[in-house]
């Protein structure tokens, strides 16, 4: 069973940073892809970034392209997700990820960006 606990998450105002960590419980983290989804109010759950197993790869919305950088760490069983720029459409509940089977997913951690 994998469990995943997004935090960092927080009010910040236009142009400002974060970061989200997304902490997995379990042994298995460091085998699996692990990616960043947000939901804004009234829209759609949308992908925001992804990384690979190892970290050699990722991939991101053209949206958050050159402000949000995914990473993690395998020894600490933790992905993060670094935003600057911050807009106040990036204001959304965000969730973390990890690729295995049908996906497992956290609860997500709000951010909350005002102009």
């Known amino acids: 069973q994998v469990q995943l606990v997004e935090s960092g998450g927080g009010l910040v105002q236009a142009g400002g940073s974060l970061r989200l960590s997304c902490a997995a419980s379990g042994r298995t983290f460091s085998s699996y892809d692990m990616s960043w989804f947000r939901r804004a109010p009234g829209k759609e759950r949308e992908f925001v970034a992804s990384?690979?197993?190892?970290?050699?790869?990722?991939d991101y919305a053209d949206s958050v392209k050159g402000r949000f950088t995914i990473s993690r760490d395998n020894a600490k069983n933790t992905m993060y997700l670094q935003m600057n720029s911050l807009r106040p459409e990036d204001t959304a509940l965000y969730y973390c990820?990890?690729?295995?089977?049908?996906?497992?997913w956290g609860q997500g951690t709000q951010v909350t960006v005002s102009s």
């Open positions: 990384i690979s197993w190892s970290g050699s790869r990722t």
């Open positions: 990820k990890l690729a295995r089977g049908l996906g497992y």
